[in-house]
C-alpha cells in the first residue's frame, strides 16, 4: 500500500493543478509567465508561442502578472511546482524578479527570458527585439523630423532592460547632434494614463519643445493624443512596437509620425523554437535579437 500511494500522490498532485495543457497529456509543458496579458504586443507574442508550441507538440501554459512583481514570484512558483519542462519568463521587473528565479534553477527547469531580460538568474537564452538598434533608429527618426536641433522628452520605462537598452541607443545617436537637448526622462512605466499625465506637465514645463520618444506605444500614443488635443502642430512623437493603433496614428497625420516595428510574434516562435533545440541536446545562443525596422507615413503608404 505504501509503494502505491508513493506512486499515486505525485499524480494526484499534477491532475490536481490544472492549467492549459491536458494533465492526461504527456506531452512536454512549457510554462510562460509575462507582465501582461493585454498590450497587443504581448498578445502576438502568446500567439506565435502558441502556434510553434503546437507545431513541435509542446503543451503550453501562459500567465501574465500585469506589472506586479510579487504576483509574477508566485507564478514562476506555481509554473515550478506544475515540473513544467521549461519557463519562459517576460518579467515585469527586472531586478526584482531575479530571487524568484532560484527556484526553477534549483528544480532543474531551464529558463528563458523574451522580451524583457533578467538582471540575473540562470538564464540559458534571451530572445527578444535588438532594442539597442530600435533605440538608434528612433533617434535618427526623430532627428531628422525636427531638423537636428531642440528640446526632447523620453517618456521612460527605466526599471526594465528592453526599455533600458531603447534608451541606450537613443541616447547613442542622440549625442551627435549637439543642437538637441534630452530636457526630461520621466517614467509612465509603459502605461498610457501615465504618459497622458507626463505630456501634460511636459508641455506646461517645456513650452519650446520639439520631439518626444515613446519608449512604447502606449506612451508615445497618450504624448501625442496630449499634443494634439493642445493644437501643438509643432512637435514631433516617436514610438517603439508598430502597433496597430500607433499605424493608424501615422496614417491619419497625428504627432505621432514614426514607430519601431518589432515582431512579437516572431519572437514568440523564436523562443520555443529555442527550447525545443535545448531540450534535444542542442547548444542555443544565450542572446538571439530579432531585428527591428521604422515605420513611418513612407513605408505604410508602400504596404
Known amino acids: 500500500m505504501r509503494r502505491l500511494l508513493t506512486v ?25 509567465t509575462l ?14 508561442m502558441r502556434e510553434a508550441a503546437a507545431a513541435k507538440g509542446f503543451d503550453l501554459t501562459v500567465v501574465a502578472c500585469e506589472m506586479d512583481p510579487a504576483k509574477q514570484a508566485s507564478q514562476i ?3 515550478v511546482a506544475r515540473r513544467v519542462r521549461a519557463l519562459i519568463v517576460a518579467p515585469c521587473d527586472s ?24 538582471h540575473g538568474g540562470k538564464i540559458v537564452s534571451h530572445v527578444a527585439s535588438d532594442n539597442l538598434a530600435g533605440g538608434r533608429l528612433a533617434a535618427e527618426a526623430l532627428a531628422t523630423r525636427i531638423g537636428g536641433k531642440g528640446k526632447v522628452v523620453i517618456i521612460d520605462h527605466p526599471t526594465v532592460a528592453s526599455v533600458q537598452d531603447r534608451v541606450k541607443g537613443f541616447e547613442e545617436v542622440m549625442a551627435r547632434y549637439p543642437d538637441i537637448t534630452i530636457v526630461a526622462r520621466p517614467s509612465a512605466d509603459g502605461q498610457r494614463a501615465r504618459a497622458t499625465q507626463i505630456m501634460e ?7 519650446d519643445l520639439k520631439g518626444v520618444f515613446g519608449i512604447n506605444d502606449d506612451s508615445a500614443l497618450g504624448a501625442a493624443n496630449v ?27 497625428s504627432p505621432l509620425e514614426a514607430d519601431i516595428a518589432q515582431h512579437p510574434r516572431r519572437i514568440g516562435e523564436t523562443a520555443i523554437d529555442i527550447i525545443a533545440r535545448h531540450l534535444s541536446g ?12 521604422v515605420v513611418d507615413e513612407s513605408t505604410l503608404a508602400a504596404k
Not at 38 to 48: M, N, S, V
Open 8 to 32: 499515486l500522490i505525485p499524480l494526484l498532485a499534477v491532475v490536481s493543478c490544472g492549467g492549459t495543457g491536458s494533465p492526461a497529456s504527456s506531452r512536454p509543458v512549457i510554462g510562460a
Open 35 to 48: 507582465l501582461t496579458g493585454t498590450h497587443a504586443f504581448y498578445k502576438d507574442l502568446e500567439a506565435g
Open 77 to 79: 512558483e506555481d509554473l
Open 95 to 118: 531586478s526584482a524578479v531575479v530571487p524568484a528565479l532560484g527556484a526553477p534553477e534549483r528544480a532543474g527547469i531551464p529558463i528563458f527570458t523574451v522580451d524583457i531580460a533578467a
Open 201 to 207: 506637465d511636459m508641455l506646461q514645463a517645456h513650452r
Open 227 to 253: 499634443i494634439e488635443a493642445a493644437g501643438r502642430r509643432d512637435i514631433v512623437v516617436v514610438g517603439f512596437d508598430a502597433t496597430e493603433e500607433a499605424q493608424a496614428a501615422i496614417r491619419r497625420g
Open 282 to 293: 542542442e547548444a542555443v545562443p544565450a542572446v538571439v535579437a530579432v531585428e527591428v525596422e
